[in-house]
């Protein structure tokens, strides 16, 4: 009997689901999905964890395909000549290949006592550690939101639906949206009551248990403080020896593969692509994933991997259970200023919100239950990267000065 080709994937995340799921293509693949915690998180809803609106957990059984054998445990170094991987919780796994999708969780603030007193809430357990200290404070209380971008602006919309007093901190309130699709945030976090602090004097200096102190010397007094501002990604692949970029992502080709080692290929937000990493966001995880693992499955047999193509269709962001926005971009995921929301279609938007969280957990079950089912438009490119691409492979002029 012909021996299975062994595939490691670490991290169960929108891109390590997808990857594992689209691997079981082949019935000579053996798919192990190594990953923390034993039940799936839904990320895009952790807002609604903490507000208790919802779950935001899916158990594995429901996403991750028949085949696919998963190891509850955490991955503490790569040994990519040796194809094996240390877990925390003893003992190692060997592979053939390996999808590394850590994905992505809180970074440091960098804020003196942001780390002792505020709130992240990038992961399932900040979410459930978080969730208490709202409910002991109760509706009413004041809460600071820290960073404006989907997360922030989620959260606050979310708490002040429920009777909190919300005040929201950031240098840009929707960095990512257009404006006029800022000013819809706006409107709707206006109606809500939230109290919106913006601009550079608007710069968190220190955290308190009582307040947040602001680079202008102005105090923001709140019960609660929660910081959505940036993310970071796991150190494993720095830990293991293998290139990373600044912020820790895994370096790799077009393909996903890791520029060190043609058995390594990476997915989600802890990939960084020819050093052109995708926005960190669920729509590019889900992609990235199914990439991954078509590049896997390249490689197993004996074909060129295609190059990484994205396609972003827009932003949605829910502002609270009773509205949403729904912004649509350029593939390349630039806002155009169309969106739904608005007064007028505010429902329509959190009823398009809705569908997005309930398709991104449907679309994985589709994937283990037929792999390959899931398919992102392979004919899009993105003109501007592969300009960049182009721009960077074009020989330096005849006499040109050497760096």
């Not at 499955?297 to 926005?325: D, H, K, N, Y």
């Amino acid at each position: 009997m012909r021996e299975k080709t062994e595939v490691l994937v670490v991290g169960g995340g929108y891109a390590g689901v997808m990857a594992a799921n689209r691997l079981t293509k082949r019935d000579d693949v053996a798919v192990t999905l190594v990953n923390p915690r034993p039940t799936f998180v839904e990320r895009i809803r952790l807002h609604q964890r903490v507000a208790g609106t919802h779950d935001a957990v899916v158990d594995y059984r429901d996403v991750l395909a028949r085949g696919v054998r998963l190891v509850v445990d955490a991955a503490e170094r790569i040994d990519a000549p040796a194809r094996t991987v240390t877990l925390a919780g003893g003992g190692s796994l060997g592979y053939d290949y390996l999808v590394y999708a850590v994905g992505s969780g809180s970074a440091d603030p960098g804020v003196p006592g942001a780390a002792e007193h505020a709130y992240p809430i990038a992961s399932l357990e900040e979410a459930e550690r978080l969730r208490p200290v709202l409910e002991a404070t109760g509706p009413g209380a004041a809460v600071t939101v820290v960073g404006a971008g989907p997360t922030g602006i989620e959260a606050a919309t979310e708490l002040a639906e429920q009777g909190y007093a919300v005040t929201l901190v950031c240098d840009v309130l929707g960095p990512y949206l257009h404006a006029n699709g800022r000013r819809t945030v706006a409107a709707r976090m206006a109606r809500l009551g939230v109290t919106v602090l913006a601009g550079p004097n608007a710069t968190v200096a220190s955290v308190t248990p009582e307040a947040v102190r602001l680079a202008d010397g102005r105090e923001v007094p709140g019960a609660v403080t929660i910081w959505t501002a940036g993310f970071g990604v796991p150190d494993l692949a720095a830990r293991s020896g293998l290139a990373t970029d600044p912020v820790g992502r895994l370096r790799t080709d077009e393909t996903l593969t890791s520029v060190d080692d043609d058995r390594v290929v990476a997915a989600g937000d802890s990939a960084a692509p020819s050093d052109l990493p995708f926005r960190m966001s669920c729509q590019a995880a889900g992609q990235l994933g199914a990439i991954a693992g078509d590049t896997v499955l390249s490689r197993i047999a004996g074909t060129e991997p295609a190059p990484v193509a994205l396609a972003f269709a827009g932003q949605c962001i829910s502002l609270g259970r009773g509205a949403g926005m729904f912004e649509f971009s350029r593939r390349d995921d630039v806002p155009v200023g169309v969106h739904l929301g608005g007064r007028a279609g505010s429902r329509l938007g959190a009823g398009v919100k809705e569908l997005v969280c309930r398709s991104t957990v449907l679309m994985l079950r589709w994937e283990a239950r037929r792999p390959g089912l899931v398919r992102f438009p392979a004919f899009v490119t993105d003109p501007r990267r592969r300009e960049v691409l182009r721009q960077r492979s074009v020989p330096a002029p005849a006499g040109a000065a050497s760096a």
